[in-house]
Protein backbone atom coordinates (compact mmCIF):
# COMPACT_ATOMS: atom_id res chain seq x y z
CA UNK A 1 0.00 0.00 0.00
CA UNK A 2 1.40 3.66 -1.03
CA UNK A 3 1.85 6.23 1.59
CA UNK A 4 2.61 8.64 -0.50
CA UNK A 5 1.65 9.51 -4.10
CA UNK A 6 3.17 12.33 -5.59
CA UNK A 7 1.78 13.67 -9.22
CA UNK A 8 3.69 16.04 -11.27
CA UNK A 9 4.70 18.32 -8.31
CA UNK A 10 5.56 22.06 -8.91
CA UNK A 11 6.12 24.59 -6.81
CA UNK A 12 7.30 28.02 -7.92
CA UNK A 13 8.61 30.84 -5.88
CA UNK A 14 7.66 34.25 -8.13
CA UNK A 15 9.28 33.19 -11.50
CA UNK A 16 11.65 30.82 -10.22
CA UNK A 17 10.84 27.12 -10.03
CA UNK A 18 11.85 25.12 -6.76
CA UNK A 19 10.40 21.72 -7.92
CA UNK A 20 9.33 20.91 -11.55
CA UNK A 21 7.16 18.37 -12.13
CA UNK A 22 8.24 15.70 -9.73
CA UNK A 23 6.62 12.59 -9.39
CA UNK A 24 7.40 9.34 -6.78
CA UNK A 25 5.36 6.96 -4.86
CA UNK A 26 6.30 5.82 -0.97
CA UNK A 27 5.22 2.23 0.20
CA UNK A 28 3.95 2.14 3.48
CA UNK A 29 6.62 1.64 6.02
CA UNK A 30 9.24 2.42 3.45
CA UNK A 31 12.36 4.44 4.07
CA UNK A 32 13.27 6.96 1.50
CA UNK A 33 16.09 9.29 1.36
CA UNK A 34 16.03 13.11 -0.90
CA UNK A 35 19.59 13.37 -2.27
CA UNK A 36 20.82 17.07 -3.57
CA UNK A 37 23.01 19.74 -4.00
CA UNK A 38 22.52 22.84 -1.95
CA UNK A 39 19.21 24.51 -3.78
CA UNK A 40 18.00 20.99 -5.58
CA UNK A 41 14.61 21.52 -3.54
CA UNK A 42 14.95 19.28 -1.58
CA UNK A 43 13.22 21.36 1.70
CA UNK A 44 10.56 22.50 -0.53
CA UNK A 45 9.94 19.05 -1.01
CA UNK A 46 9.64 18.20 2.49
CA UNK A 47 7.76 21.16 3.56
CA UNK A 48 4.97 20.16 0.58
CA UNK A 49 4.79 16.53 1.96
CA UNK A 50 4.99 17.85 5.73
CA UNK A 51 1.73 19.83 4.09
CA UNK A 52 3.94 23.36 5.95
CA UNK A 53 3.54 24.54 2.38
CA UNK A 54 0.82 24.27 -0.69
CA UNK A 55 2.38 23.20 -4.12
CA UNK A 56 1.61 25.27 -6.80
CA UNK A 57 0.78 22.69 -8.78
CA UNK A 58 -0.11 19.04 -9.11
CA UNK A 59 -1.50 16.02 -6.59
CA UNK A 60 -0.08 14.58 -3.47
CA UNK A 61 -2.28 11.83 -1.77
CA UNK A 62 -0.91 11.03 1.52
CA UNK A 63 -2.30 7.60 3.65
CA UNK A 64 -5.08 7.63 0.73
CA UNK A 65 -6.56 11.09 1.48
CA UNK A 66 -5.54 14.61 -0.83
CA UNK A 67 -2.80 16.16 1.24
CA UNK A 68 -3.63 19.89 1.56
CA UNK A 69 -7.46 19.21 1.63
CA UNK A 70 -7.12 17.39 4.68
CA UNK A 71 -4.05 18.57 5.91
CA UNK A 72 -5.03 19.48 9.55
CA UNK A 73 -6.25 16.11 9.90
CA UNK A 74 -3.36 14.47 8.65
CA UNK A 75 -0.64 16.66 11.25
CA UNK A 76 -2.04 14.29 13.84
CA UNK A 77 -0.32 11.47 11.33
CA UNK A 78 2.88 13.09 10.38
CA UNK A 79 6.07 13.93 12.44
CA UNK A 80 8.00 16.91 10.82
CA UNK A 81 11.72 17.63 11.80
CA UNK A 82 12.41 21.32 10.14
CA UNK A 83 16.17 23.62 9.72
CA UNK A 84 14.84 26.05 12.28
CA UNK A 85 14.09 24.26 15.84
CA UNK A 86 11.11 26.11 16.88
CA UNK A 87 11.47 25.84 20.51
CA UNK A 88 10.93 28.23 23.51
CA UNK A 89 13.87 29.19 25.04
CA UNK A 90 12.67 30.30 28.07
CA UNK A 91 10.70 26.72 28.73
CA UNK A 92 12.89 23.17 29.24
CA UNK A 93 12.85 20.46 27.08
CA UNK A 94 10.46 18.68 29.17
CA UNK A 95 7.68 21.61 29.10
CA UNK A 96 8.32 22.59 25.56
CA UNK A 97 7.21 18.72 25.27
CA UNK A 98 3.97 18.86 27.40
CA UNK A 99 2.98 21.70 25.27
CA UNK A 100 3.21 20.23 22.07
CA UNK A 101 1.75 17.29 23.47
CA UNK A 102 -1.61 19.63 24.54
CA UNK A 103 -1.39 20.79 20.73
CA UNK A 104 -1.02 17.55 19.23
CA UNK A 105 -3.60 16.15 21.36
CA UNK A 106 -1.44 13.18 22.21
CA UNK A 107 -1.38 10.89 25.69
CA UNK A 108 0.56 12.87 28.17
CA UNK A 109 2.72 9.61 29.10
CA UNK A 110 4.40 9.75 25.82
CA UNK A 111 6.89 12.67 27.06
CA UNK A 112 8.28 10.74 29.49
CA UNK A 113 8.53 7.89 26.82
CA UNK A 114 10.32 10.30 24.51
CA UNK A 115 12.51 12.18 26.66
CA UNK A 116 13.93 8.31 27.41
CA UNK A 117 14.46 7.42 23.81
CA UNK A 118 15.72 10.62 22.85
CA UNK A 119 18.24 10.61 25.17
CA UNK A 120 16.83 13.30 26.82
CA UNK A 121 16.72 12.46 30.44
CA UNK A 122 19.74 14.47 31.77
CA UNK A 123 18.90 17.98 30.18
CA UNK A 124 15.31 17.63 30.35
CA UNK A 125 14.55 20.09 33.16
CA UNK A 126 17.18 22.52 31.41
CA UNK A 127 15.57 25.50 29.77
CA UNK A 128 16.11 24.64 25.46
CA UNK A 129 17.58 28.10 25.28
CA UNK A 130 20.54 27.09 26.66
CA UNK A 131 20.60 23.17 25.30
CA UNK A 132 23.51 22.34 22.98
CA UNK A 133 22.75 22.10 19.25
CA UNK A 134 23.03 18.67 19.39
CA UNK A 135 20.33 18.69 22.46
CA UNK A 136 18.29 20.87 20.45
CA UNK A 137 18.09 18.63 17.44
CA UNK A 138 17.28 15.70 19.45
CA UNK A 139 14.68 17.92 20.80
CA UNK A 140 13.34 18.61 17.50
CA UNK A 141 13.40 14.99 16.63
CA UNK A 142 11.43 14.02 20.34
CA UNK A 143 8.78 17.12 19.43
CA UNK A 144 8.21 14.79 15.26
CA UNK A 145 7.60 11.62 17.39
CA UNK A 146 5.52 12.67 20.05
CA UNK A 147 2.40 11.92 19.01
CA UNK A 148 3.50 8.54 17.57
CA UNK A 149 2.90 9.76 13.71
CA UNK A 150 2.66 7.13 10.91
CA UNK A 151 4.74 9.01 8.52
CA UNK A 152 7.90 11.04 9.60
CA UNK A 153 9.40 14.11 7.49
CA UNK A 154 12.55 14.83 8.31
CA UNK A 155 15.39 17.41 6.78
CA UNK A 156 18.48 17.02 7.40
CA UNK A 157 17.77 15.08 10.84
CA UNK A 158 21.53 14.61 11.38
CA UNK A 159 22.61 17.69 11.40
CA UNK A 160 24.66 18.82 14.66
CA UNK A 161 24.04 14.79 16.34
CA UNK A 162 27.23 13.22 17.23
CA UNK A 163 27.77 9.91 16.91
CA UNK A 164 25.68 7.89 18.31
CA UNK A 165 22.55 9.87 15.75
CA UNK A 166 22.50 6.89 12.84
CA UNK A 167 21.86 4.72 15.66
CA UNK A 168 18.89 7.19 17.03
CA UNK A 169 17.58 8.00 13.94
CA UNK A 170 17.44 4.09 13.09
CA UNK A 171 15.09 3.58 16.18
CA UNK A 172 13.25 6.80 15.88
CA UNK A 173 12.25 5.78 11.95
CA UNK A 174 11.40 2.05 12.97
CA UNK A 175 7.82 0.97 12.03
CA UNK A 176 7.26 4.20 10.21
CA UNK A 177 7.24 5.73 6.68
CA UNK A 178 9.60 8.47 6.31
CA UNK A 179 11.46 10.93 3.99
CA UNK A 180 14.73 12.14 4.53
CA UNK A 181 16.39 14.93 3.59
CA UNK A 182 20.54 14.30 3.19
CA UNK A 183 23.82 15.37 2.56
CA UNK A 184 25.15 12.20 3.71
CA UNK A 185 24.91 9.11 1.40
CA UNK A 186 26.26 6.88 3.74
CA UNK A 187 23.52 7.29 6.12
CA UNK A 188 21.01 7.13 3.08
CA UNK A 189 22.24 3.55 2.54
CA UNK A 190 22.23 3.17 6.59
CA UNK A 191 18.98 4.02 7.09
CA UNK A 192 17.17 4.09 4.01
CA UNK A 193 15.33 1.78 1.40
CA UNK A 194 15.87 3.99 -2.03
CA UNK A 195 16.97 7.77 -2.48
CA UNK A 196 15.43 10.37 -4.77
CA UNK A 197 17.67 12.45 -6.35
CA UNK A 198 17.09 15.82 -7.55
CA UNK A 199 19.20 18.54 -9.25
CA UNK A 200 17.59 22.39 -9.80
CA UNK A 201 14.03 21.06 -8.81
CA UNK A 202 14.03 18.43 -10.87
CA UNK A 203 14.17 14.35 -10.54
CA UNK A 204 17.34 12.64 -11.44
CA UNK A 205 17.42 9.28 -13.43
CA UNK A 206 14.96 7.27 -11.62
CA UNK A 207 14.41 6.04 -7.57
CA UNK A 208 17.18 3.57 -7.17
CA UNK A 209 16.40 1.10 -4.50
CA UNK A 210 19.36 0.72 -1.69
CA UNK A 211 21.17 -2.39 -0.09
CA UNK A 212 19.10 -1.80 3.39
CA UNK A 213 21.64 -2.27 6.40
CA UNK A 214 19.49 -2.87 9.40
CA UNK B 1 -13.30 21.18 24.62
CA UNK B 2 -10.09 20.53 22.90
CA UNK B 3 -10.07 24.18 21.29
CA UNK B 4 -10.35 25.71 24.99
CA UNK B 5 -7.09 23.50 26.51
CA UNK B 6 -5.14 24.69 23.42
CA UNK B 7 -5.74 27.88 24.52
CA UNK B 8 -5.08 27.61 28.02
CA UNK B 9 -1.80 26.01 26.93
CA UNK B 10 -0.77 28.67 24.29
CA UNK B 11 -1.39 31.30 26.85
CA UNK B 12 0.10 29.70 29.69
CA UNK B 13 3.11 28.99 27.54
CA UNK B 14 3.63 32.83 26.31
CA UNK B 15 2.96 33.75 30.23
CA UNK B 16 5.70 31.14 31.48
CA UNK B 17 7.83 32.46 28.93
CA UNK B 18 7.39 35.89 30.05
CA UNK B 19 7.70 35.73 33.91
CA UNK B 20 11.12 33.83 33.51
CA UNK B 21 12.67 36.53 30.61
CA UNK B 22 10.64 39.29 32.44
CA UNK B 23 11.46 41.25 28.75
CA UNK B 24 8.24 43.08 28.41
CA UNK B 25 6.38 43.71 31.53
CA UNK B 26 8.80 45.23 33.51
CA UNK B 27 9.82 47.71 30.62
CA UNK B 28 6.18 48.51 29.66
CA UNK B 29 5.40 49.72 33.16
CA UNK B 30 8.40 51.80 33.31
CA UNK B 31 7.20 53.42 29.86
CA UNK B 32 3.57 54.07 31.14
CA UNK B 33 5.11 55.64 34.54
CA UNK B 34 7.71 57.84 32.22
CA UNK B 35 4.65 58.87 30.11
CA UNK B 36 2.57 60.11 32.84
CA UNK B 37 5.25 61.97 34.46
CA UNK B 38 5.56 63.15 31.30
CA UNK B 39 2.27 64.49 31.06
CA UNK B 40 2.11 65.58 34.40
CA UNK B 41 4.77 68.56 33.56
CA UNK B 42 3.69 69.01 30.05
CA UNK B 43 -0.03 69.55 30.94
CA UNK B 44 -1.26 72.81 32.87
CA UNK B 45 -4.43 71.07 34.88
CA UNK B 46 -5.53 71.54 38.03
CA UNK B 47 -8.22 70.27 40.46
CA UNK B 48 -11.23 71.16 37.68
CA UNK B 49 -9.58 69.77 34.12
CA UNK B 50 -7.62 67.21 35.92
CA UNK B 51 -10.86 64.69 35.11
CA UNK B 52 -10.65 66.42 31.25
CA UNK B 53 -7.08 65.33 30.76
CA UNK B 54 -6.77 62.20 32.63
CA UNK B 55 -8.66 60.03 30.55
CA UNK B 56 -6.73 61.50 27.32
CA UNK B 57 -3.53 60.42 28.75
CA UNK B 58 -4.71 57.12 29.88
CA UNK B 59 -5.23 56.20 26.91
CA UNK B 60 -2.60 57.57 25.17
CA UNK B 61 -0.49 55.47 27.38
CA UNK B 62 -2.31 52.38 27.16
CA UNK B 63 -2.46 52.78 22.95
CA UNK B 64 1.51 53.10 22.94
CA UNK B 65 1.69 50.40 25.57
CA UNK B 66 -0.60 47.83 23.55
CA UNK B 67 1.65 48.26 20.27
CA UNK B 68 4.45 47.40 21.77
CA UNK B 69 3.25 44.28 23.87
CA UNK B 70 1.13 42.52 20.56
CA UNK B 71 3.76 43.54 18.47
CA UNK B 72 5.78 41.30 20.55
CA UNK B 73 3.25 38.12 20.62
CA UNK B 74 4.12 37.20 16.94
CA UNK B 75 7.30 38.69 16.35
CA UNK B 76 9.01 36.25 18.77
CA UNK B 77 7.13 33.29 17.44
CA UNK B 78 8.09 33.79 13.89
CA UNK B 79 11.68 34.63 14.77
CA UNK B 80 11.89 31.33 16.82
CA UNK B 81 10.50 29.33 13.97
CA UNK B 82 7.73 27.89 17.07
CA UNK B 83 4.42 28.97 15.09
CA UNK B 84 4.91 27.13 12.41
CA UNK B 85 5.86 24.22 15.24
CA UNK B 86 2.28 25.65 16.42
CA UNK B 87 0.85 25.05 13.20
CA UNK B 88 1.81 21.78 12.23
CA UNK B 89 -0.50 20.47 14.98
CA UNK B 90 -4.05 19.40 14.99
CA UNK B 91 -4.77 22.25 16.53
CA UNK B 92 -6.89 25.17 15.40
CA UNK B 93 -5.58 28.44 14.04
CA UNK B 94 -8.51 30.01 15.87
CA UNK B 95 -7.48 28.53 18.78
CA UNK B 96 -3.82 29.35 18.84
CA UNK B 97 -4.68 32.98 18.05
CA UNK B 98 -6.87 32.54 21.07
CA UNK B 99 -4.27 31.59 23.57
CA UNK B 100 -2.01 34.43 22.43
CA UNK B 101 -4.99 37.16 22.47
CA UNK B 102 -5.21 35.50 25.74
CA UNK B 103 -1.57 36.34 27.16
CA UNK B 104 -1.28 39.54 25.46
CA UNK B 105 -4.35 40.58 27.63
CA UNK B 106 -3.14 39.33 30.51
CA UNK B 107 0.11 41.27 30.14
CA UNK B 108 -1.59 44.33 29.51
CA UNK B 109 -3.91 43.98 32.30
CA UNK B 110 -0.74 43.70 34.36
CA UNK B 111 0.76 47.22 33.16
CA UNK B 112 -2.30 48.65 33.62
CA UNK B 113 -2.44 47.87 37.57
CA UNK B 114 0.69 50.01 37.25
CA UNK B 115 -1.14 52.84 34.83
CA UNK B 116 -4.41 53.47 36.81
CA UNK B 117 -2.78 53.75 40.40
CA UNK B 118 -0.11 56.11 38.48
CA UNK B 119 -3.15 58.03 36.48
CA UNK B 120 -5.19 58.76 39.97
CA UNK B 121 -1.65 59.29 42.09
CA UNK B 122 0.01 62.23 39.64
CA UNK B 123 -3.31 63.40 38.38
CA UNK B 124 -5.79 63.21 41.47
CA UNK B 125 -8.34 61.57 39.66
CA UNK B 126 -10.73 58.78 41.40
CA UNK B 127 -9.93 55.30 39.91
CA UNK B 128 -12.88 53.54 40.87
CA UNK B 129 -14.17 49.44 39.59
CA UNK B 130 -16.38 51.21 36.93
CA UNK B 131 -12.99 52.92 35.04
CA UNK B 132 -11.50 49.55 35.63
CA UNK B 133 -14.28 47.88 33.80
CA UNK B 134 -14.19 50.07 31.38
CA UNK B 135 -10.24 49.86 30.41
CA UNK B 136 -10.56 45.86 30.63
CA UNK B 137 -13.30 46.01 28.21
CA UNK B 138 -11.51 48.17 25.57
CA UNK B 139 -8.05 46.03 26.48
CA UNK B 140 -10.17 42.64 25.25
CA UNK B 141 -11.01 43.89 22.17
CA UNK B 142 -8.02 46.09 21.51
CA UNK B 143 -5.58 43.05 21.75
CA UNK B 144 -8.13 40.82 19.72
CA UNK B 145 -7.48 43.66 17.08
CA UNK B 146 -4.15 44.33 17.72
CA UNK B 147 -2.62 40.52 17.92
CA UNK B 148 -4.82 39.67 14.46
CA UNK B 149 -2.75 42.74 12.92
CA UNK B 150 0.63 41.31 14.60
CA UNK B 151 0.29 37.98 13.36
CA UNK B 152 -0.56 39.75 10.28
CA UNK B 153 2.79 42.29 9.81
CA UNK B 154 5.13 39.55 11.90
CA UNK B 155 6.63 38.48 8.49
CA UNK B 156 7.47 41.44 7.27
CA UNK B 157 11.10 43.65 8.09
CA UNK B 158 8.86 46.67 8.78
CA UNK B 159 6.21 45.59 10.63
CA UNK B 160 6.88 48.04 13.57
CA UNK B 161 5.65 50.83 10.66
CA UNK B 162 3.39 48.71 9.81
CA UNK B 163 1.55 47.89 12.90
CA UNK B 164 0.49 50.94 14.47
CA UNK B 165 -0.45 51.67 10.62
CA UNK B 166 -3.11 49.25 10.31
CA UNK B 167 -4.19 48.81 14.02
CA UNK B 168 -4.53 52.19 15.08
CA UNK B 169 -7.39 53.28 13.08
CA UNK B 170 -9.26 50.26 13.87
CA UNK B 171 -8.95 51.17 17.67
CA UNK B 172 -10.25 54.32 17.33
CA UNK B 173 -13.61 53.32 18.12
CA UNK B 174 -12.61 51.65 21.52
CA UNK B 175 -10.64 55.19 22.15
CA UNK B 176 -13.39 57.10 21.63
CA UNK B 177 -16.03 55.00 23.61
CA UNK B 178 -13.86 54.38 26.37
CA UNK B 179 -12.54 58.04 26.85
CA UNK B 180 -16.10 59.14 26.83
CA UNK B 181 -16.77 56.24 29.11
CA UNK B 182 -13.81 57.04 31.68
CA UNK B 183 -14.47 60.72 31.45
CA UNK B 184 -18.02 60.50 32.15
CA UNK B 185 -17.21 58.57 35.54
CA UNK B 186 -14.71 60.24 36.83
CA UNK B 187 -16.86 63.24 36.73
CA UNK B 188 -19.62 61.75 38.18
CA UNK B 189 -21.69 60.90 35.15
CA UNK B 190 -23.24 57.85 33.62
CA UNK B 191 -20.84 55.72 31.05
CA UNK B 192 -23.57 52.89 31.08
CA UNK B 193 -24.25 53.69 26.95
CA UNK B 194 -20.34 54.06 26.02
CA UNK B 195 -19.80 51.23 28.55
CA UNK B 196 -22.55 48.91 26.28
CA UNK B 197 -20.78 49.79 23.14
CA UNK B 198 -17.26 48.92 23.94
CA UNK B 199 -19.01 45.94 24.45
CA UNK B 200 -20.57 45.72 21.40
CA UNK B 201 -17.07 46.01 19.59
CA UNK B 202 -15.73 43.07 22.36
CA UNK B 203 -18.33 40.93 20.66
CA UNK B 204 -17.92 42.29 17.29
CA UNK B 205 -14.38 42.32 16.92
CA UNK B 206 -13.99 38.72 18.94
CA UNK B 207 -15.98 37.18 16.47
CA UNK B 208 -14.57 39.01 13.29
CA UNK B 209 -10.77 38.26 14.83
CA UNK B 210 -11.42 34.68 15.11
CA UNK B 211 -12.99 34.16 11.50
CA UNK B 212 -10.02 35.87 9.98
CA UNK B 213 -7.19 33.69 12.56
CA UNK B 214 -7.03 30.99 9.87
CA UNK B 215 -6.29 32.84 6.90
CA UNK B 216 -4.08 35.33 8.34
CA UNK B 217 -1.75 32.59 10.47
CA UNK B 218 -1.37 30.31 7.86
CA UNK B 219 0.53 30.95 4.81
Not at chain 2, 20 to 27: F, G, K, M, S
Not at chain 2, 165 to 184: E, H, K, R, S
Request: a neutral charge; aromatic letters at 6%.
Amino acid sequence: MSAIVATSITHRFGSEIALDSIDFGVDAGEHLAVLGENGAGKTTLLRILATATRPTYGTLEIFGVDAWAERRRLRARIGFVSHAPGHYPALSAKENLEFFCTLQGADPRRVAATIEMLGLSEVADRPAGRLSRGMQQRLAIARAVLHDPKLLVLDEPDASLDAEGPELLKAVLRGRTAVIATHDQALANKLCHRTLGLRRGRLVGVPSRLRVVH
Amino acid sequence: MRPLSVAWAVARKDLTSEWRTRELVPALAQFIVLALVIANFGFQFDSHNATAIAPGVLWMALVFAGLVAFGRAFAAEREQASLEAMLMTPATPAAIFAGKALAAIILLVACEAVLLPALALFFGVQVNASVVLTVLLATVGMAMLGCLFAAMVARVKARELLLPLLTLPLWIPFIVAGGQAVQAEMGGGSSDQAVALLLDFDILFLVLTSLAARYVLED
